[in-house]
Nanobody, 125 residues
Framework: QLQLVESGGGLVLPGGSLRLSCAASGFTLHYYAIGWFRQAPGKEREGVSCISTSGGSTNYADSVKGRFTISRDNAKNTVYLQMNSLKPEDTAVYYC??????????????????WGQGTQVTVSS
């Protein structure tokens, strides 16, 4: 069974940090670009960050630049999203998605072949 599983979400105070993980099972992430997306209640899904197959290229939404860092460990078949200086507006369900030999276009959702179930991130005092 091919699947992506996110973990690491939770409740954090404004200014705090979380690290999300996206683990693949049933397939190797080596040939996939991996994107992180989020969707807040009543809002459209938006792309947050993406990393190329090799990890040599990354892409970030303007709203998270300088605060979030994406990385990957192909040996562990896992991609991470380090989120620092979190703000209440970062509250959302975060999803990871895999795009086979993808080009990391955050706005083209149908380029992504597999999606995880999501993990809730809540930033609140």
């Amino acid at each position: 069974q091919l699947q992506l599983v996110e973990s690491g979400g939770g409740l954090v105070l404004p200014g705090g940090s979380l690290r999300l993980s996206c683990a693949a099972s049933g397939f190797t992430l080596h040939y996939y670009a991996i994107g992180w997306f989020r969707q807040a209640p009543g809002k459209e899904r938006e792309g947050v960050s993406c990393i190329s197959t090799s990890g040599g290229s990354t892409n970030y939404a303007d709203s998270v630049k300088g605060r979030f860092t994406i990385s990957r460990d192909n040996a562990k078949n896992t991609v991470y999203l380090q989120m620092n200086s979190l703000k209440p507006e970062d509250t959302a369900v975060y999803y990871c998605a895999a795009s086979f030999l993808g080009s990391c276009r955050l706005g083209v959702f149908n380029e992504y072949d597999y999606w995880g179930q999501g993990t809730q991130v809540t930033v609140s005092s």
